[in-house]
């Protein structure tokens, strides 16, 4: 059975540090991408980050580019995300997922239960 | 283009067939997925690469795709499928992934 669990989500100050951390199980996490997707309290989906398989590529969002960057450990199955100068307007539920692909078309076919990031004073 | 556009709202009438679309230009190199979202819940995979149903999802939903439009459509809504749908692509750039606003879907 394929699980992620999410860990890291706190009360941080603006300008503040953070890192995610994700811990798969049921696959084997070395050959396949992952991602990092969020969503502020009452709006919707926003992709974040992506890591290849190997973890030679990387692709952030523009909103994050610079301030957070996605990493793994696959002799640990964990994917990371650490987050830099953080704003109030970082503040939603952050969740895993796995990648998959088919065809012309990749796709996130497991998603861990999230972990929550407040940005306050 | 980095959008993808979807209605914010539908409604359908319990065991009534609704269909939600996805608007992009992405959509014309990149095949859709669709996630559906519960309240306080984390989204689950329905469709994927355009048609492609997960295990376990009901044959009531359905994808397709023309153009810059896909859809998910619903033969036959039932109450728990009441719930947020976002759809997902790459964005043109092939570099980002970019979900829709969501649609939130009421069964009557």
């Known amino acids: 059975e394929v699980q992620l669990l999410e860990s890291g989500g706190d009360l941080v100050q603006p300008g503040g540090s953070l890192r995610l951390s994700c811990a798969a199980s049921?696959?084997?996490?070395?050959?396949?991408?992952m991602t990092w997707v969020r969503q502020a309290p009452g709006k919707g989906l926003e992709w974040v980050s992506t890591?290849?398989?190997?973890?030679?590529?990387?692709y952030h969002a523009d909103s994050v580019r610079g301030r957070f960057t996605i990493s793994r450990d696959n002799s640990r199955n964990t994917v990371y995300l650490e987050m830099h100068s953080l704003r109030a307007e970082d503040t939603a539920v952050y969740y895993c997922a796995k990648g998959n692909y088919h065809g012309s078309g990749d796709y996130f076919d497991y998603w861990g239960q999230g972990t929550l990031v407040t940005v306050s004073s | 283009s980095s959008e993808l556009t979807q209605d914010p709202a539908v409604s359908v009438a319990l065991g009534q067939t609704v269909t939600i679309t996805c608007q992009g230009d992405s959509l014309r190199s990149y095949y859709a997925s669709w996630y559906q979202q519960k309240p306080g819940q984390a989204p689950i995979l329905v469709i994927y690469?355009?048609?492609n149903r997960p295990s376990g999802i009901p044959d009531r939903f359905s994808g397709s795709c023309s153009g810059n439009t896909a859809s998910l459509t619903i033969t036959g809504a039932q109450a728990e499928d009441e719930a947020d749908y976002y759809c997902?692509?790459?964005?043109?750039?092939?570099?980002?992934?970019?979900f829709g606003g969501g649609t939130k879907l009421t069964v009557l």
């Open positions: 690469a355009k048609d």
């Open positions: 049921g696959f084997t996490f070395s050959t396949y991408a």
């Open positions: 997902n692509s790459r964005d043109t750039s092939g570099n980002h992934w970019v």
């Open positions: 890591i290849s398989f190997s973890g030679g590529d990387t």
